[in-house]
Nanobody, 119 residues
Framework: QVHVVESGGGVVQPGGSLRLSCVAS????????MGWYRQAPGKLREVVAA???????DYADSVKGRFTISRDYGKNTLYLQMNSLKPEDTAVYFC?????????????WGQGTQVTVSS
């Protein structure tokens, strides 16, 4: 059984910063990739940033230059440093991990963490 848990959300003023964390645990053979997604009320879930299987990173245009994704391979942990936050960044942020467990590769999602940017 695999668990993915996010933390670090909260309420912040425009221009502020937050750091999200995502930890994957359980029966993990290998983590192929991990990424951050977000879903605002009334909108579809969208990718924010992701690490690739080759170790690279990709970002949505809307967050380039403001957000930084990083991964601690030894701790099965993914981070998202969010700077210069804007009200339009308000959303529930989800972590997705593509993991090989005993049954083969699958996508595992966390429960989400709320980020609210408001003055």
């Amino acid at each position: 059984q695999v668990h993915v848990v996010e933390s670090g959300g909260g309420v912040v003023q425009p221009g502020g910063s937050l750091r999200l964390s995502c930890v994957a645990s359980g029966s993990i053979f290998s983590i192929h990739s991990m990424g951050w997604y977000r879903q605002a009320p009334g909108k579809l879930r969208e990718v924010v940033a992701a690490t690739t299987t080759s170790g690279g990173t990709d970002y949505a245009d809307s967050v380039k230059g403001r957000f930084t994704i990083s991964r601690d391979y030894g701790k099965n942990t993914l981070y998202l440093q969010m700077n210069s936050l804007k009200p339009e960044d308000t959303a529930v942020y989800f972590c997705k991990a593509h993991i090989s467990d005993g049954a083969g590769p699958n996508d595992y999602w966390g429960q989400g963490t709320q980020v609210t940017v408001s003055s």
